[in-house]
């Protein structure tokens, strides 16, 4: 499954580095064809990464401990659940989670936008995979989820403190906020290069400024509440680095999210 992982990854890389490559050749001459080749590549990473979330999400389930991932943060004992948010729970499966959620939102752009907003779309998928393309790099050759050992009988299972429900459900909605805002940014400097600063971009990104947003809050007081109750900090907002960094991304959000209403009005 390892082998499959790696493959997966490393076509995945390909198709984002040709969709950032061939987006950009499409500004210079003005091809559909090229742009379209680019959409496409897209959406292609996007299965590729998937099928690595499959594939790292299987090791876990059925206890491949050959694969460090599993073995230093799964174990034969622990809860089905736990096995399953193990995915997220070092770095390694943190940037694939990020490169999934960054690849499953950049295709939905490109099908949302396949009749409107062509004179931007060009750019807006260059930055897109170019964000991509550096996870993906991270993840290929800096820390890959798919690195093996020797067999092992069972692994060192989770951190005591990540045992918690919110495990569950607090990165992932943290990465959605985080993830989330790539798309406005995209957006934000295709308007800039097309000389297209009206209203258009963004109307165009006004529910994915939302939606992050959202989510990001949600995701902070999940973290913060989390932390509370599981290290006992004293208080449900400690100032840590941890939750500051979480915050200031947040708080440059808000700004946003008014500015461009007030733009719009």
């Avoid at 807006?124 to 050759?141: E, G, K, P, R």
């Avoid at 990104?205 to 992050?212: A, G, M, Q, V």
């Avoid at 599981?230 to 708080?251: F, H, K, Q």
């Avoid at 440059?252 to 719009?264: M, N, Y």
Wanted: aromatic share 16%.
């Amino acid at each position: 499954m390892s082998t499959l992982g790696h493959f997966a990854l490393f076509l995945a890389l390909v198709c984002s580095a040709w969709a950032a490559t061939a987006a950009w050749l499409s500004t210079i001459s003005k091809g559909r064809g090229l742009q379209r080749s680019a959409e496409r590549g897209v959406v292609a990473a996007c299965g590729l990464v998937a099928l690595a979330v499959f594939t790292l999400e299987y090791g876990f389930v059925t206890n491949d401990f050959s694969l460090d991932a599993v073995y230093h943060y799964s174990s034969v004992s622990q809860p089905l659940p736990y096995k399953i948010g193990a995915l997220w729970g070092g770095q390694a499966g943190s940037l694939l989670l990020w490169a999934f959620l960054l690849s499953c939102m950049s295709s939905i752009v490109v099908f949302t936008n396949r009749n409107k907003n062509r004179a931007m779309m060009p750019w807006v998928v260059h930055v897109l995979a170019i964000v991509m393309t550096f996870f993906l790099v991270l993840n290929n050759f800096i820390a890959s989820p798919f690195e093996t050992g020797p067999l092992r009988a069972d692994g060192v299972g989770l951190n005591p403190q990540l045992k918690n429900y919110w495990m569950m459900i607090h990165p992932p909605t943290l990465y959605l906020g985080y993830v989330g805002f790539t798309i406005p940014f995209a957006f934000g400097i295709a308007a800039l290069v097309t000389r297209r600063t009206g209203d258009i971009w963004f109307r165009t990104t006004r529910r994915w400024t939302i939606f992050s947003w959202f989510f990001l809050g949600i995701g902070i007081l999940m973290g913060s509440f989390w932390a509370y109750i599981e290290l006992g900090w004293g208080g449900y907002w400690a100032w840590d680095p941890v939750e500051n960094a979480s915050l200031m991304p947040w708080l440059t959000g808000t700004a946003f999210l008014h500015s461009v209403i007030l733009q719009e009005k």
